[in-house]
Each structure stands twice: as structure tokens, then as C-alpha cells.
């Protein structure tokens, strides 16, 4: 097939072969994230435990699709992040970053892999410490699942933006926390991270984003957010942004030398994809990539923050709108929560009963998959108990 008519005949899940890749990206970044949450000690570095999930990815990989004769790109989707108790997100420092773990430290790990350019992407949050998690810590990583599950229930076929947007703030009021403002929920495509179709986690005067109705066959990753505080992150130190994407519609004729090399090495490494600036010469990175985020030929990915009491916790999946019913292709067990707050409001305990396939098949439910199970084996999501706060996704 010529490059005009891949163009023309979007891939979509309608092929198989698609599927499988997505799900292959999927077994490989969950097995990801497991390997980064078993690294994450007190006293750790961070930027020592974001490498091994990076690298864990390219080896990964790198040894699938190896003997096809025209070259697949695969690797990296999205740089592995830990972003710690008030900092929202994208925390992916440079290799002269100190900065370690703490005992009782909320972790949001945020990390993407792609295979052909089919992506998966999830993030999740951990608290160091042994035994349950308790108090507000609770409050809000309940909130961000209970979110995470409504979400899952509805953005299916036939619903619409809206929706999700109105009722994952709901969820999160239940708990008496904020969605945080400024994340967005995008459909994914080949080589897309960041398609056209979004979800809004806060709905405002400021943001406002087109009505979308969800369709069969399209890939969504669903990014919640939450906070014990107000939900307005501030950025309080550009030199913390380390990831950035090149902004593929953008040019400019740079003006320094070490931008124009910069700017070269992006184009041949990190063509389409999200990267961290610790994969570039550091001295150099930091006077060419200022040059290029002015001029709009990078598009950065600021750490932002709560207020230092703050809680934060984040949860992102992806879910494929298979004609049998949503599939959710990335997620990890949550520890323990003994939140401060229950569900009881009967709107929130409807949408969590609804199930999440619409054709059954062979008679009665599947059983929940068993870890070690492949991901290829699409589990039937039970309707979500609305006492408990654990994921009912498959682990």
C-alpha cells in the first residue's frame, strides 16, 4: 500500500492487525509501570527510576516486529514521569537531578508506549508506605479512580464529551475534591497522541472545546486528574519542564547554532512522539530548546503544581471502542484506601453499575483475568461496587 492510500484508509480497530498492536503496546507498558512502582523506595532517585521505565519500553520493544521488511517504528510514547504529593504532573528530570524519594511521598507515574505508532498510554498513583492508605491521601486517589471508572462507563459509542466531563466533577465533588483544570482527555490515532476529539476535566468560560459524540472503533486516553486543593495548578519553574513535542506544522528559520542542532537531532530522534530533554546533549538542550518553545516549533509539557499541602493523584487509561463494548487496555491494582468519604449518591452508584460490554458471548461472564493472564484476553468489567474503591479493571 502506497503512503496516499494508507492516508485515505485511516488504520482503525476495524483491523485486526491494529488490535494487536495496540494490545501489544498496552502488555508492554503495563509490565512497565509494574516494573517502575517496584522501584520506587525511599531514598530512591527519580531520575535513576525514570530511565529504567524508558529503557524497559525501547528493549521492549525493540524486539518485536524485528524481521518485517519495511521498518516499524516503535519505542517510547510518552517519557516516564513521577511527579511527587503536590506536583501535578510531567516531573521527568534532567541526569544532574538530585531530587530522591521520601517515605509517605503521593507518586503519579505517567509513561506511553507505542508500536507503529499505536499508542498506549496509562498513568497511576502510588503512595510510599506499607498498609492502607488513609485520610485524604484516600480521598483523593478514590476520587480519581471512582472518576476513572465513570469515565470508562461513559465514553462508549453514542455518548457525548460532556458528559464524562460533567460527571467525572461530580464524582469528584463527592469526595470533596477538584478536578484539576487544564487536563485533557484526547482521542489517539496512529502517530496521534493528541487527536482532535477531547474530553474537558473542567468545563469553564476559558476552555471550551467542540461537542464530540464518541464513535465505534476509536481510541480514547481517558486522563484524570484530582486534588484536595482548589485544582488550579501554577507553574512555578519553567527550568522544571523537560518534556516537549515538535510541533509538526510549525517552521522558523532558528537563529543560534546550538538551536539549529538541537532542533536537527529532535527532527531525526523525536519526529512525532513526546521526548525528554535528558535523551539530548544537556549543555547544548538548554540554550537551543528556549529558541525553539518560543517560536512555537516545540510544544512544552510544564510540571505544574498544587499548593504545598495539597493532594494529588492521577489516573489515565486507554480504552479501545470495540463493537463488542469499551475495552480498558491499561491500568495497575490500587493499594489499599480507606477514604474519609463513601459514594451514596445515586446517580454516581448508577453509572458505576453499568457494565462496559454490549454483546456477550458464549453465555455468562467471564471470570476477572488473573495476573500473568495476557492482556489479549479482554476482560468483561464488572459493574464497579460503589462501596469499595479498588479498580475493577483487569490489573
Known sequence: MSDDEREEKELDLSSPEVVTKYKSAAEIINKALQLVVSECKPKAKIVDICEKGDSYIREQTGSMYKNVKKKIERGVAFPTCISVNN???HFSPLASDETLLEEGDVLKID????IDGFIAVVAHTHVLQEGPVTGRAADVIAAANTAAEVALRLVRPGRNNKDVTDAIQK???AFDCKIVEGV????MKQFV???????LSVSGPETRVDDVEFEENEVYAVDIVTSSGEGKPKLLDEKQTTIYKRAVDRNYHLKMKASRFIFSEISQKFPIMPFTARALEEKRARLGLVECVNHDLLQPYPVLHEKPDDFVA???FTVLLMP???????SHSLQELQPTKAIDDPEIKAWLA???KTKKKGGGKKKKGKKGDKTEESTETEPMDSTTNGAASQE
Not at 184 to 187: E, K, T, V
Not at 324 to 330: C, F, K, M, Q, V
Open 193 to 199: 497522541i493528541d487527536g482532535n476529539k477531547v474530553v
Open 184 to 187: 485533557l482527555s484526547h482521542q
Open 87 to 89: 506536583t501535578v504532573s
Open 171 to 173: 464524582v469528584a465533588a
Open 111 to 114: 509513561m506511553g508506549c507505542h
Open 314 to 316: 492521577h489516573i489515565k
Open 324 to 330: 463488542n463494548g469499551s475495552d480498558r487496555i491499561t
Open 354 to 356: 453499568l457494565g462496559t
